[in-house]
């Protein structure tokens, strides 16, 4: 299988990560850096482009057993990669690169990683992300980077040190956040918030729901930290960045 691809991240994935072995009905060649996440791909959302001649030309989105078709905004443009199809949204400072994979050729993908490409002229003053390394939906049991969005299962980053990046100024669930693995909750949302205090003063509630700390930004943003109670939690472990 072709891949011409070029990941820069780290190479300290490996094949080895997490999950069980498969028997041998998954033939994809995954990047090594991606190995964590595709083998546990989230089941939240899933994706059937329809590839005419090498060419996406409609996207059904299927949420919840629910499919509806995408529209394929003038700002995107979606490439065929192998068993990926990977997603370019240009934005004002920058490009958003989301990739999508098919590991069991049923023509259905679901999304595995995220990488925030900043414009020479990207702007400064945290209205745009930071993050520009590959951000994964799951990790495995290396020191993994996790998108973390609203709209999507609970990050989950597996063990090592994890650094979980909100990138949604919305409802979002961080679902094993380990303060004695290291992980980090970085905030990296592009909303101008560049300090632990400017993050404060949009809190409007922190508070315990049993064992999760949820930290309420307005009606529209909110964080669950699902188990902090338990796995521990501090200001510490926070970084805030745009
Ligand atoms: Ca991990
Ligand atoms: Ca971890």
């Given at each position: 299988?072709?891949?011409?691809?070029?990941?820069?991240?780290?190479?300290?994935?490996?094949?080895?990560?997490?999950?069980?072995?498969?028997?041998?009905?998954?033939?994809?060649?995954?990047?090594?850096?991606?190995?964590?996440?595709?083998?546990?791909?989230?089941?939240?959302?899933?994706?059937?482009?329809?590839?005419?001649?090498?060419?996406?030309?409609?996207?059904?989105?299927?949420?919840?057993?629910?499919?509806?078709?995408?529209?394929?905004?003038?700002?995107?443009?979606?490439?065929?990669?192998?068993?990926?199809?990977?997603?370019t949204e240009t934005?004002?400072?920058g490009q958003e690169v989301?990739?999508?994979?098919?590991?069991?050729?049923?023509?259905?993908?679901?999304?595995?990683?995220?990488?925030?490409l900043?414009?020479?002229?990207?702007?400064?003053?945290?209205?745009?992300?930071?993050?520009?390394?590959?951000?994964?939906?799951?990790?495995?049991?290396?020191?993994?980077?996790?998108?973390?969005?609203?709209?999507?299962?609970?990050?989950?980053?597996?063990?090592?040190?994890?650094?979980?990046?909100?990138?949604?100024?919305?409802?979002?669930?961080?679902?094993?956040?380990?303060?004695?693995?290291?992980?980090?909750?970085?905030?990296?949302?592009?909303?101008?918030?560049?300090?632990?205090?400017?993050?404060?003063?949009?809190?409007?509630?922190?508070?315990?729901?049993?064992?999760?700390?949820?930290?309420?930004?307005?009606?529209?943003?909110?964080?669950?930290?699902?188990?902090?109670?338990?796995?521990?939690?501090?200001?510490?472990?926070?970084?805030?960045?745009?």
């Amino acid at each position: 299988m072709s891949r011409n691809e070029s990941h820069t991240s780290n190479s300290s994935h490996n094949d080895e990560n997490g999950s069980d072995s498969h028997d041998g009905t998954n033939t994809a060649t995954i990047p090594t850096s991606t190995a964590p996440t595709a083998t546990t791909q989230s089941p939240y959302k899933l994706y059937d482009f329809g590839i005419v001649n090498g060419q996406v030309t409609q996207v059904l989105k299927t949420e919840h057993g629910v499919m509806k078709n995408e529209r394929i905004d003038a700002n995107e443009a979606y490439t065929v990669q192998g068993t990926e199809v990977v997603k370019t949204e240009t934005k004002a400072y920058g490009q958003e690169v989301t990739r999508y994979v098919d590991l069991d050729g049923d023509g259905l993908y679901a999304k595995f990683s995220e990488q925030w490409l900043p414009s020479t002229s990207a702007a400064s003053g945290g209205t745009a992300p930071v993050t520009t390394q590959p951000l994964y939906d799951r990790g495995g049991d290396s020191d993994d980077h996790l998108a973390v969005r609203a709209g999507q299962d609970p990050a989950l980053g597996g063990q090592g040190a994890d650094t979980f990046v909100v990138r949604d100024w919305g409802h979002v669930t961080i679902g094993d956040f380990h303060h004695n693995q290291h992980d980090r909750l970085v905030f990296d949302m592009g909303q101008g918030v560049n300090s632990v205090q400017e993050l404060a003063q949009r809190v409007t509630d922190l508070r315990w729901q049993g064992d999760d700390l949820v930290l309420e930004m307005g009606d529209q943003a909110s964080v669950t930290v699902v188990g902090a109670r338990v796995n521990g939690i501090g200001l510490e472990d926070l970084d805030v960045l745009s």
